[in-house]
Structures are given as structure tokens and as C-alpha cells.
């Protein structure tokens, strides 16, 4: 067997830390594929990890070489459709595609386009790396989870990828129970992202402040009323290792969610506390607090665009 043929999609702070720890495998061959301005923009800067730049190759969907075992999405989930159709073309029978995208809904998205036999899921947890231009700073690398729905016995093309982790010790997990697993991230990235953001809370300040805290707190109980519901349990052990994980991440570090609002880069408050929202409503679930939350960020949205901003 060849060497995997493996494209990275978006060069942000998940995207590049995970390029810099795989660049020297020796299972496999990457390369970053972007399109128009992205791919000019990759072509002519290129991509640093802690100061070091990244010898990686980036093609475009039309001067790609190859077709790619496995793609793997990092890029915003506001940026999933347009990017879809760009890769489209590169997709091929066998071709894979791993979503490391916030939420719990780009999987459906993504097998609507191409199938579910062509589609992983996939999650990043633990992360701190923070991207400014081209350049991505990072201490802790994070979780990178994926598989199947079910991995009692991980597919073949689940264990592709784990043999290229292994390999580069890039810290991985593949749960048994996929929807179990993609749920508690949900209730993480709900719980922390938009209260960060309309803070300003670095992560220092959610470890210690009893405030911010409290509405963490309620946010992810909105999350665990709703999963509950669609016969997800995330109990309070679940909630536990997040407090865990949450504590050892830099103090000085932001989510990706301030970062966008630092930026002024449109959020993801959609596949947040909208989705939230949304279910909440379908499935008879009050959410209060994230309704409010989600009327916050979508109003920082609007003053991004203003002329004053």
C-alpha cells in the first residue's frame, strides 16, 4: 500500500496545528487545498506554528495532483457550504471526509452532499491555539476524536488515519458511542464559546471566576435538557472532565469564538446557541439563556459591519 494522500482544508488554528504535528509522517503525503482568495493568500504567506513555517504543499480544487484518501475540514462551520462545492471536484469514490467543525450538524451536511459512506465525524477538544494572520501559537494540541457512528469495530478507513496519528503521537480518541461523544462537545463549545465572547473572558477567567462560571453552567444544563430528549444523557461526569480539561488550558488563551469577535469575524453563534434555540422549540425545551446569549452575539455580528466599527 502507497502512502495516504491526505488534504487539509483551512489553515486556521486547527487546521495548521494539526498540519505541524503530521508534516513528517511517513505514512502519509498532505497538502493543503483552499480556493481563490485563500489559495493565493496560502500560496504567498504560507502557514507558521509557533514561529516555524509549515513545508507544506497548497493546491487549488483545479491544480491538485491527486485525488485525496481523506479530507480533512477545519474551517468555520460559516464557511462549510461555500467549501463543500469547492472540494467537490476532488472528491472521489473512495475519498473520505473528516469534519472538525464545531456543532453537531456539519456531518448531516456534508453526507447530504456526498454520502455517508464518504463521511467521518469528528470533533477537537482541549485546544488553545490562537491564529493572527497567518500565523498559529499553540501549547496544548488537543483531543482530535473521530470514527463512525459506531466504532465498536473501527472501519478500515478510521484506522488510515489512526495509523498517521499513532505514528506522529498526535493525541487521538476513538469513542464506541460517536453521537455520545459529538453531544458533549456540543454541550462544551455551547457552554463556553458564547459566554467567552460576549465577556471577553479569556479562558483564565472562566477557570476562576464563580460568575462567569454560573452561566456556563446554565448554558450546558439548556444542552443536557435537550439531549436528553433525543436519548443522549450527558451526565455530570461528563461535565466533570470538561472542568478538567478546562482547567488546564493557558490562561491567557481565547476560544475560537473571542477570537472572532477580536477579529471581527462573523461568529458561529448559528451552530450554537441558535441550534440550541431551535431544538429547544422543536422539542418543547425552554432555553432561555441562550436566547439571550444568542441575541448578544448576533447584535455584535451587526456592529462588526457598522461603520464605526
Known amino acids: ?14 487546521g495548521a496545528n494539526l498540519a505541524e504535528q ?21 500560496e504567498k504567506n504560507g502557514t507558521l506554528v509557533n514561529g516555524d513555517k509549515l513545508a507544506i504543499p497548497v493546491y487549488s480544487p483545479e491544480t491538485v495532483k ?14 462549510l457550504a461555500q467549501t463543500l462545492e469547492e472540494i467537490a471536484p476532488t472528491v472521489g469514490e473512495k475519498t473520505q471526509v473528516l469534519s472538525f467543525l464545531n456543532g453537531v450538524e456539519s456531518e448531516e451536511i456534508i453526507a447530504e452532499r456526498f454520502g455517508w459512506h464518504r463521511t467521518l465525524y469528528g470533533y477537537v477538544v482541549g485546544i488553545d491555539a490562537m491564529r493572527t494572520d497567518n500565523h498559529t501559537r499553540v501549547s496544548e494540541r488537543g483531543l482530535h476524536v473521530f470514527g463512525r457512528a459506531d466504532n465498536t469495530e473501527p472501519s478500515a478507513e478510521v484506522r488510515m488515519l489512526e495509523s498517521v496519528f499513532k505514528e506522529c503521537e498526535v493525541r487521538y480518541d476513538i469513542p464506541t458511542d460517536m453521537k455520545h461523544s459529538l453531544w ?43 439531549a436528553a430528549k433525543q436519548g443522549v444523557t450527558l451526565s455530570d ?17 481565547e476560544t475560537s469564538m473571542l477570537q472572532d469577535v477580536n477579529a471581527k469575524r462573523e461568529t458561529e453563534v448559528g451552530i450554537f446557541c441558535d441550534t440550541v434555540c431551535k431544538m429547544g422549540v422543536s422539542l418543547g425545551v425552554a432555553t432561555p439563556l441562550n436566547k439571550t446569549m ?16
Not at 503530521?22 to 496560502?42: D, P, W, Y
Not at 491527486?66 to 464557511?79: E, G
Not at 461526569?237 to 488563551?253: C, G, P, Q, T, Y
Not at 444568542?294 to 466599527?309: E, F, G, K, T
Request: hydrophobic share 50%; net charge positive; charged share 20%.
Open 237 to 253: 461526569e461528563d461535565v466533570s472532565r470538561w472542568h478538567k480539561i478546562l482547567s488546564s488550558l493557558d490562561a491567557d488563551a
Open 66 to 79: 491527486s485525488t485525496p484518501d481523506l479530507v480533512l475540514l477545519c474551517v468555520k462551520a460559516t464557511q
Open 294 to 309: 444568542a441575541s448578544m452575539l448576533h447584535a455584535i455580528n451587526d456592529a462588526r459591519l457598522s461603520p464605526q466599527s
Open 22 to 42: 503530521i508534516v513528517n509522517t511517513k505514512l502519509a503525503q498532505i497538502h493543503f487545498l483552499a480556493s481563490g482568495e485563500r489559495f493565493l493568500r496560502l
Open 1 to 14: 500500500m502507497g502512502k495516504i494522500d491526505i488534504a487539509i482544508v483551512g489553515a486556521g488554528a486547527v
Open 184 to 226: 458533549w462537545k456540543f454541550m462544551v463549545n455551547v457552554g463556553i464559546n458564547p459566554v467567552s465572547a460576549i465577556l471577553r473572558a479569556p479562558y483564565g477567567v472562566l477557570q476562576t471566576s464563580k460568575h462567569a462560571q454560573r452561566l456556563m453552567s446554565d448554558s450546558i444544563k439548556e444542552v443536557r435538557l435537550i
